[in-house]
C-alpha cells in the first residue's frame, strides 16, 4: 500500500493513534529513567542529556524499523535449558527456559535496571557520603559520558520491545515511522518538565525508582516467558502516583497557610511533614 492509500485509509489512522497511545505507554519508563539519571549531571548539562538520550532511542527505533526482518528473527529460541512450569489456564506453561534473543536481551536490561534503580535508592536513603554517584547532599558526580552510556543501553532494551509491540500492531512499516517519530517528539516535549517536577519533588523520586525497580522485574519475568499484563503495572504506579500528588497539594497548602500566619503574626511555627 503507498503512502497516499495510507493517507485515505481510515483503518490507518486508527492504527497510527492506537499505536501513538500504546508507544506512550510503553515509553513512559525510558522517560523516567532519562529523567532521574540526567537530574544527576550539572545542571547546565541537564536538558542536553535528555534532548540527547531521547534522540538516541529515536535513531535507535528508527534504526530497528529498517531491519525488522532480522528484528522479528530474535523471536525465535536460540537455546532451550529444559526447564518449564506447570501448565497455566490455557495451557500455555507459568514459564520456560526456551530463550530467545529477545528474552535474553529484556533478561539483561531487567538485571541493569534492578541494579542501577537499588543503587540509585540506596544513595537516597544513605546519609552518608558514598564517593560514588552521589554525596550526601544529593550533588551530581556522575559523568556526562556515563549518563549517555547508560541511557543508550536502556534504550536499546526498551527499543527492541517497542518496535516488536509495534509489529504485533500493524504490519505497515510506515505507520510505524509515523508512529516512532511522534511519540519520541511528544516524549522531548514532556522530558523537562517531568525532570523539573521530580528534581523540585523529592517524595516523587523514591516513587519513581520503585517504578524502576519493578519494571526491571517485569523485564526478568518476560524473559523467562512469564508475561504480565503492563497494565496492572501502570494503574498500581498510577494510583500511587495520585496518592503522592494528594500529599504534595496538602504540604502546599500547609505551607501557604503557615506562611500566611507568620507574616501576621510576626512568629515562626513549626508544624510536623505529613
Known amino acids: 500500500m503507498d503512502i497516499m492509500a495510507l493517507l485515505s485509509d481510515p483503518a490507518a489512522w486508527v492504527a497510527l493513534a492506537t499505536l501513538v497511545v500504546l508507544e506512550i505507554v510503553l515509553g513512559i519508563d525510558n522517560l523516567v529513567f532519562i529523567a532521574i539519571l540526567s537530574n544527576k549531571l550539572p545542571a547546565q548539562q541537564q536538558a542536553k542529556a535528555r534532548r540527547l538520550g531521547l534522540l538516541l ?12 526482518g532480522w528484528l522479528v528473527t530474535l523471536q525465535a529460541p536460540l537455546f532451550d535449558l529444559g ?10 506453561p507459568t514459564f520456560e527456559t526456551a530463550f530467545s ?7 539483561a536490561g531487567g538485571l541493569f535496571l534492578l541494579w542501577k534503580a537499588t543503587k540509585e535508592i540506596h544513595h537516597t536513603i544513605d546519609p552518608e557520603p558514598s ?3 552521589l554525596d550526601h547532599k544529593g550533588h551530581a558526580v556522575l559523568g556526562f559520558g556515563a549518563a549517555i552510556l547508560q541511557i543508550i543501553a536502556l534504550d536499546v532494551v526498551f527499543s527492541v520491545d517497542s518496535i516488536l509491540t509495534a509489529v504485533g500492531m500493524t504490519d505497515q512499516v510506515p505507520i510505524m515511522y509515523a508512529a516512532v517519530v511522534i511519540t519520541v517528539g511528544l516524549m522531548l516535549f514532556a522530558a523537562d518538565p517531568l525532570a523539573r517536577f521530580i528534581d523540585h519533588n523529592p517524595g516523587l523520586v523514591m516513587l519513581a525508582l520503585a517504578f524502576l525497580v519493578m519494571i526491571g522485574l517485569v523485564l526478568l519475568a518476560d ?11 501502570y494503574v498500581a504506579m498510577g ?3 495520585g496518592v503522592e500528588l494528594l500529599n504534595i497539594v496538602g504540604r ?9 500566619t507568620e507574616s501576621k503574626t510576626g512568629e515562626t511555627i513549626h508544624v510536623p511533614q505529613a
Open 57 to 68: 532511542a529515536l535513531v535507535l527505533r528508527l534504526g530497528l524499523l529498517t531491519l525488522i
Open 83 to 92: 526447564i518449564a512450569g506447570s501448565p497455566g489456564p490455557h495451557g500455555e
Open 101 to 107: 534473543g529477545r528474552d535474553l536481551i529484556l533478561l
Open 131 to 133: 564517593g560514588e554517584m
Open 223 to 233: 524473559g523467562f516467558g512469564v508475561h504480565i499484563p503492563k497494565g496492572y503495572i
Open 239 to 241: 494510583f500511587s502516583l
Open 252 to 260: 502546599r497548602r500547609r505551607e501557604a497557610r503557615l506562611a500566611s
